[in-house]
């Protein structure tokens, strides 16, 4: 309930109406609160204080008060507030709709834990960079981003992922989702007809996109270890969208004789490459896997974003462009929305030159590597049966099902449990395939692991 104190009511008299001032009052304060504008607990302002604003006598007010107060829209109390005491009126029959049911354990996937967050270190960041950024960076900029972001990103990207990136050539987005877009937009523009997409895949932003420029969306098919290069060639596609590092959602790691491959036809081509670099930095039983873009700069972008390590409600994310498309995107970024929020830039620019970036990963990556050791483990227990892949790496894997056992049904069943779990089917583009489980483990302990997995074992039982 709102037991806030409305301090500016909107009232409009209008002395020229023959209709008396309080009844003028009653139903401006009657509209407000059938429109939801003065919601049900608020306290309006006290007789004596709005007569002084509107310029009437109080008994003006008074009169207006106890009359909604007779119709029920209003409530006093001696010595307390005069508060509102109706909601708005609900239109059509059944009213607000039921909340849906939130699972006691969700396997979600594409997500980073928010409780592991670093608000301390970040809020150091942002205090800094308060207090201390020029003037000039705190107005429009242009689409590129800050300056010290884009050199620090272009650091760590160079040192951390063996990219090969220029500030000159980094443009600041939202999250990979607006990366696509602003790629899809300027080679949509050049005359590009058909984009490829690894298949399984996560397409459904990206679809609307193309749809919406006359672009084409084919699939590829993915091997276990990443896209049939055989398949791509014959594809006809001028761009192709690629999880080379850790394919989503199969977990595969793109060969290196496949990679040059596919650099290979891309400049035969005049296409582009752009490469998901979605959560690379978490590796557990492998070395880990440079950037595809640091083979081939001038074919390859490199999109990335803080969504799978800091959180998504950052919403920050880079492009690295090959040289000939940067100025293009950065006019396309400027377009869309004038630029990413300058203050978050500069706190992200400080948190990577302070190290707090690297601390962050290295006090996350055991801490992930226990959940995801504790999925094996209770999948080895109780599912013995079921083939996890792609579990080198990431804040997922994928558990191929027995035959016999269909995903659908699976996932209904245990959501009777209250539990919640993904299947593979729906990223697929072409037809059927294997059938399989994602299962996220990014923001489940250990224990709510070991219990989720038990039910889908009680699930498995029952379905067999």
């Given at each position: 309930m709102n037991s806030g104190v409305v301090h500016e009511l909107l009232v409009e008299l209008d002395r020229t109406r023959p209709v008396p001032l309080h009844r003028q009052i009653e139903a401006a304060l009657r509209a407000g609160?059938?429109?939801?504008?003065?919601?049900?607990?608020?306290?309006?302002?006290?007789?004596?204080?709005l007569a002084a604003e509107l310029g009437v006598s109080r008994g003006v007010v008074v009169e207006a008060y106890d009359q909604l107060v007779a119709e029920g829209y209003l409530t006093s109390t001696p010595g307390s507030y005069t508060r509102v005491?109706?909601?708005?009126?609900?239109?059509?029959?059944?009213?607000?709709?039921a909340p849906a049911t939130v699972p006691r354990i969700d396997f979600g996937y594409g997500r980073t834990d928010p409780a592991g967050f670093p608000r301390a270190a970040w809020l150091r960041s942002l205090?800094?960079?308060?207090?201390?950024?020029?003037?000039?960076?705190?107005?429009?900029l242009d689409g590129y981003g800050v300056p010290e972001l884009r050199e620090a990103l272009a650091d760590y990207l160079n040192r951390a992922r063996g990219a090969s990136a220029s500030p000159s050539r980094l443009v600041i987005t939202s999250g990979f989702c607006q990366a696509v877009n602003l790629m899809v937009d300027v080679l949509a523009r050049r005359g590009a007809r058909r984009i490829a997409v690894e298949d399984p895949s996560a397409d459904d932003d990206l679809r609307p996109l193309a749809e919406l420029r006359g672009l084409e969306v084919v699939g590829v098919p993915v091997t276990g270890d990443g896209i049939s290069v055989d398949a791509l060639e014959r594809s006809g596609a001028d761009l192709v969208i690629l999880t080379p590092s850790h394919q989503w959602p199969l977990g595969g790691v793109l060969p290196a004789a496949a990679r040059a491959s596919v650099v290979r036809w891309?400049?035969?081509?005049?296409?582009?490459?752009?490469?998901?670099?979605y959560d690379a930095e978490y590796r557990y039983d492998r070395a880990p896997v440079g950037a595809i873009q640091g083979l081939a700069p001038d074919v390859v972008a490199?999109?990335?974003?803080?969504?799978?390590?800091?959180?998504?409600?950052?919403?920050?994310?880079?492009?690295?462009?090959?040289?000939?498309?940067?100025?293009?995107?950065?006019?396309?970024?400027?377009l869309a929305d004038r630029g990413s929020p300058a203050i978050e830039q500069?706190?992200?620019?400080?948190?990577?030159?302070?190290?707090?970036?690297?601390?962050?990963?290295?006090?996350?990556?055991?801490?992930?590597?226990?959940?995801?050791d504790a999925l094996l483990g209770a999948l080895e227990e109780h599912l013995p049966a079921f083939e996890p892949t792609g579990i080198a790496a990431g804040l997922h894997l994928v558990a191929w099902l027995p035959d016999g056992l269909r995903e659908d049904d699976l996932i209904a069943a245990v959501a009777a449990q209250g539990v919640k779990v993904a299947g593979v089917g729906p990223y697929?583009?072409?037809?059927?395939?294997?059938?399989?489980?994602?299962?996220g483990y990014s923001d489940l302990n250990e224990a709510r692991i070991v219990e989720g997995v038990r039910a889908l074992a009680t699930a498995a039982r029952e379905l067999t």
């Amino acid at each position: 309930m709102n037991s806030g104190v409305v301090h500016e009511l909107l009232v409009e008299l209008d002395r020229t109406r023959p209709v008396p001032l309080h009844r003028q009052i009653e139903a401006a304060l009657r509209a407000g609160i059938r429109s939801g504008r003065l919601p049900l607990g608020t306290s309006v302002p006290p007789s004596r204080r709005l007569a002084a604003e509107l310029g009437v006598s109080r008994g003006v007010v008074v009169e207006a008060y106890d009359q909604l107060v007779a119709e029920g829209y209003l409530t006093s109390t001696p010595g307390s507030y005069t508060r509102v005491a109706a909601g708005p009126c609900r239109t059509g029959p059944g009213g607000a709709p039921a909340p849906a049911t939130v699972p006691r354990i969700d396997f979600g996937y594409g997500r980073t834990d928010p409780a592991g967050f670093p608000r301390a270190a970040w809020l150091r960041s942002l205090r800094r960079v308060v207090t201390n950024a020029p003037h000039d960076r705190l107005t429009y900029l242009d689409g590129y981003g800050v300056p010290e972001l884009r050199e620090a990103l272009a650091d760590y990207l160079n040192r951390a992922r063996g990219a090969s990136a220029s500030p000159s050539r980094l443009v600041i987005t939202s999250g990979f989702c607006q990366a696509v877009n602003l790629m899809v937009d300027v080679l949509a523009r050049r005359g590009a007809r058909r984009i490829a997409v690894e298949d399984p895949s996560a397409d459904d932003d990206l679809r609307p996109l193309a749809e919406l420029r006359g672009l084409e969306v084919v699939g590829v098919p993915v091997t276990g270890d990443g896209i049939s290069v055989d398949a791509l060639e014959r594809s006809g596609a001028d761009l192709v969208i690629l999880t080379p590092s850790h394919q989503w959602p199969l977990g595969g790691v793109l060969p290196a004789a496949a990679r040059a491959s596919v650099v290979r036809w891309a400049r035969d081509r005049g296409a582009v490459v752009l490469e998901d670099d979605y959560d690379a930095e978490y590796r557990y039983d492998r070395a880990p896997v440079g950037a595809i873009q640091g083979l081939a700069p001038d074919v390859v972008a490199h999109a990335g974003s803080v969504s799978k390590t800091l959180t998504p409600g950052l919403r920050l994310g880079w492009l690295v462009t090959p040289p000939h498309l940067t100025e293009a995107v950065a006019e396309a970024k400027l377009l869309a929305d004038r630029g990413s929020p300058a203050i978050e830039q500069l706190a992200f620019a400080d948190f990577l030159l302070r190290g707090e970036f690297d601390r962050h990963l290295r006090r996350m990556r055991p801490i992930y590597r226990r959940r995801r050791d504790a999925l094996l483990g209770a999948l080895e227990e109780h599912l013995p049966a079921f083939e996890p892949t792609g579990i080198a790496a990431g804040l997922h894997l994928v558990a191929w099902l027995p035959d016999g056992l269909r995903e659908d049904d699976l996932i209904a069943a245990v959501a009777a449990q209250g539990v919640k779990v993904a299947g593979v089917g729906p990223y697929r583009l072409t037809g059927e395939g294997r059938q399989g489980l994602i299962l996220g483990y990014s923001d489940l302990n250990e224990a709510r692991i070991v219990e989720g997995v038990r039910a889908l074992a009680t699930a498995a039982r029952e379905l067999t």
